[in-house]
């Protein structure tokens, strides 16, 4: 048996005055804290941010939804204006020099001729150097200098207002056509920036309806389950079991063709919104069979809490992140299901302007073989695509910043 310690040998009795903080010991440094106290959508941006792929289609993106409000003022023509001693007019190239000086933005008139054995149109370019196929020697060179901020075609914004302001404008007695005319002397690079605003917008509030459709329905066949669950899991595998594209072409198809131009748009985009949400039910369906058994939907049943209520405001914000994600991911194929309806003449029609109604044009292959300028319209299409596809992965990633 150890002897107790020298009253001598013991340690003072000590009793610090100080307040008591329990951070005392391991202070949080300023940037853990920030992280430790950051919202979820505030983790998500700085997850997103380190996808630098997804930045970038991000950026693409809000560039191209930007500039559909300031379409007319971005395109260099009328959507409508015609040229026609410019018929198949191929692209113009910008030049900066000539002869070794510099001159500015500028580009080369043309020079037609038309080749009688396949009655193709053949623009030379008047740059004093090519020699036209039914000339013996170049012609002087014939230069249009680009005009910014000016007074050009008239048209009508947002059909509304009247105006005349470009960003940029051909000089006013030579053209400019950057991506080439069509059959009827339209520039292609004016029809191609209004019709943005028609493909993109028949995309973003196709999404928009399936994504409510999808919310409410999956909501309510998850949260209930029983006879509701199973009416709503047959309809959507008999939806899911046909075949889209002719479904796409039936209903479009049964449109009247009587209906302004107008109807044709929004009846288009409800179509592709009803026939695009059985996805998303899904997926809130199997989350919300989960999350309705956790201890706060229990404890919002017990206060009286009304199921549109739960669902709305305690499960659906749970995994929001993922739903909008899921449905960023849905936008490309809306797109995509615009242009191939357009483009078999099913979709919307002239005088709408939009990708698919302009690839429309693009039918006849012997036009395409001499005119390939034509198929210019996939550009967008193919980035539009790929832009929202890189995006929305970034997304899904950065909708879990906790992995």
């Not at 307040?19 to 983790?43: C, G, H, I, K, N």
């Not at 409510?212 to 709503?232: E, H, K, N, P, Q």
Request: aromatic share 12%; charged share 15%.
């Amino acid at each position: 048996m150890t002897a107790p310690a020298a009253p001598q040998d013991r340690l003072p009795h000590y009793v610090s005055t100080a307040p008591f903080d329990p951070y005392s010991v391991e202070r949080m440094t300023a940037e853990q804290e920030r992280y430790f106290l950051a919202s979820q959508w505030m983790m998500m941006w700085w997850k997103l941010k380190r996808h630098r792929l997804a930045v970038i289609s991000g950026v693409i993106l809000l560039i191209m939804y930007v500039s559909i409000l300031f379409s007319e003022m971005i395109a260099p023509y009328n959507l409508h204006s015609r040229f026609t001693d410019y018929i198949y007019a191929p692209p113009q190239r910008v030049h900066l020099f000539h002869d070794g000086k510099l001159v500015g933005p500028f580009v080369y008139g043309f020079h037609y001729s038309l080749n009688m054995d396949n009655l193709q149109r053949i623009y030379t370019p008047r740059d004093g150097e090519t020699i036209p196929p039914s000339m013996t020697s170049a012609p002087p060179a014939e230069m249009h200098k680009l005009r910014f901020f000016c007074l050009g075609d008239a048209y009508e914004y947002m059909g509304l207002i009247d105006g005349s302001f470009h960003l940029v404008c051909p000089a006013k007695d030579g053209p400019m056509f950057l991506m080439g005319t069509d059959r009827l002397g339209r520039d292609m690079l004016s029809r191609i920036i209004q019709g943005t605003r028609i493909s993109l917008t028949v995309g973003l509030i196709g999404v928009t309806i399936s994504f409510l459709l999808g919310i409410t329905i999956g909501g309510f066949a998850g949260y209930y389950g029983g006879w509701v669950d199973i009416i709503v899991q047959r309809v959507i595998e008999v939806l899911r079991s046909l075949p889209e594209l002719p479904l796409w072409l039936s209903l479009s198809a049964a449109l009247p063709v009587n209906w302004s131009p107008l109807l044709i748009y929004f009846g288009i985009t409800i179509i592709l919104g009803l026939l695009d949400w059985t996805g998303l039910a899904r997926a809130v369906r199997s989350k919300l069979l989960s999350l309705r058994e956790e201890d706060f939907c229990t404890a919002a049943q017990l206060m009286g809490a009304s199921p549109g209520r739960i669902i709305g405001r305690h499960l659906l914000p749970s995994f929001m992140s993922h739903l909008i994600a899921s449905a960023t991911l849905r936008i490309p194929a809306m797109i995509l299901g615009e242009t191939a309806l357009s483009f078999l003449g099913l979709g919307l029609r002239p005088p709408i302007t939009s990708w698919g109604v302009l690839l429309n044009e693009a039918q006849n292959i012997n036009v395409v073989v001499l005119y390939p300028w034509l198929m210019l319209p996939v550009l967008p299409v193919v980035i539009m695509v790929l832009a929202f596809n890189f995006f929305g992965d970034g997304l899904r990633d950065a909708a879990d910043p906790y992995k």
